[in-house]
């Protein structure tokens, strides 16, 4: 049974920053698409970061250049390092990984968007960023 077990949330002003950590049980080998969405209530579900197995990461416009996401095989966890943080980057942030390739869940052209009738296999509990202004 793979488990996804997020950490790393909490409640920063603007301009700081967090790092959201996402540790992985139960896999016989570390995801091939691995990522992070977010979700605020009311709203829709959102992609915010992913990286693929070859390390090729992809980030939604609205976070490229403050958010950078990593994984430590050795460790099965991933990353999101978030800096320059803003209030709309409230929300709950669940970690999400799959066997699949990214190529094959997202859609083409470096967009963070799940394709049509796919999703993730695996997803963690969520957790909760808070940044006031």
Do not use: H
Request: glycine share 12%; aromatic share 12%.
């Amino acid at each position: 049974q793979v488990q996804l077990v997020e950490s790393g949330g909490g409640s920063v002003q603007a301009g700081g920053s967090l790092r959201l950590s996402c540790a992985a049980s139960g896999y016989t080998s570390f995801g091939y698409c691995m990522g992070w969405f977010r979700q605020d209530p009311g709203k829709e579900r959102e992609g915010v970061a992913f990286i693929d197995n070859d390390g090729s990461t992809r980030y939604a416009t609205t976070v490229k250049g403050r958010f950078t996401i990593s994984k430590d095989n050795a460790k099965s966890t991933l990353y999101l390092q978030m800096n320059s943080l803003k209030p709309e980057d409230t929300a709950i942030y669940y970690c999400a990984a799959d066997r699949r390739a990214c190529w094959y869940l997202l859609v083409p052209d470096d967009e963070v968007q799940v394709k049509e009738g796919v999703d993730f296999g695996y997803w963690g509990q969520g957790t909760q960023v808070t940044v006031s202004s």
